[in-house]
């Protein structure tokens, strides 16, 4: 019988999901260059919006904000803005995923706060985590349900929030590298236009 372990609940650290999945970190820039090349330019209505997004967020965080509520006024926005939301994507929340390590007898099972799919190429993951955690805490968890895609020779992209700081994941060939992190605090800019701008990146590169 297999160990079933919840990623929820595993605790789960990067050095873990490194030596469970034999996955490799890069910090080779060439790696991840969607993030910060050629990237898509915002209307002035997408960049109101991005600032209404923030001035929300930041409105409502005085509160003991939860984890539905920053996909409430954070994530499902941007998605929305990004173009998640219409033909060819499509959105799927609280997806359920397993993965088994092989040779070891464990199975991972878990959910995904959200997963945009396009002719079952993922595109980005969103896993979010409320303000009181550090955002990064949340990388773990996304990667292992990154190995679960079924595109192994495409690469795949999540992003990690906690409403807070953004920061975005690229995994390809058992190799993985990040973004820059982003705040939703940055002044004089609002760094959500970047966040906009990756996630309509990512977005075109999977409808090519």
């Not at 990237?39 to 904000?65: G, V």
């Not at 349900?145 to 690229?170: E, H, Q, V």
Request: proline fraction near 5%.
């Amino acid at each position: 019988m297999p160990t079933i372990l919840s990623i929820t609940e595993a605790n789960l650290s990067i050095s873990d999901v490194e030596n469970q999945f034999g996955l490799v970190h890069t910090s080779d820039v060439n790696f991840f260059i969607e993030w910060f090349t050629d990237l898509p330019l915002l209307t002035q209505t997408e960049i109101a919006d991005c600032d209404r997004i923030k001035r929300s967020y930041l409105y409502n965080r005085s509160e003991d904000i939860k984890e539905n509520a920053i996909n409430l006024l954070v994530v499902s926005p941007l998605l929305y803005l990004a173009g998640f939301f219409e033909p060819p994507y499509k959105i799927r929340a609280e997806e359920a995923i397993e993965i088994a390590v092989e040779d070891e007898g464990i199975v991972y099972r878990g959910r995904i706060d959200a997963l945009v799919v396009q002719r079952d190429i993922w595109i980005v993951l969103i896993e979010s985590k409320r303000p009181k955690f550090n955002f990064f805490e949340a990388v773990p968890q996304a990667l292992a349900y990154m190995m679960s895609s079924p595109n192994t020779d495409r690469p795949s992209y999540a992003l990690t929030t906690n409403g807070d700081g953004f920061i975005f994941i690229k995994c390809q060939d058992k190799k993985y590298g990040f973004s820059s992190d982003f705040s939703m605090f940055s002044q004089p800019q609002n760094h959500l236009y970047q966040v906009l701008q990756i996630l309509k990146q990512l977005g075109n590169l999977a409808s090519i």
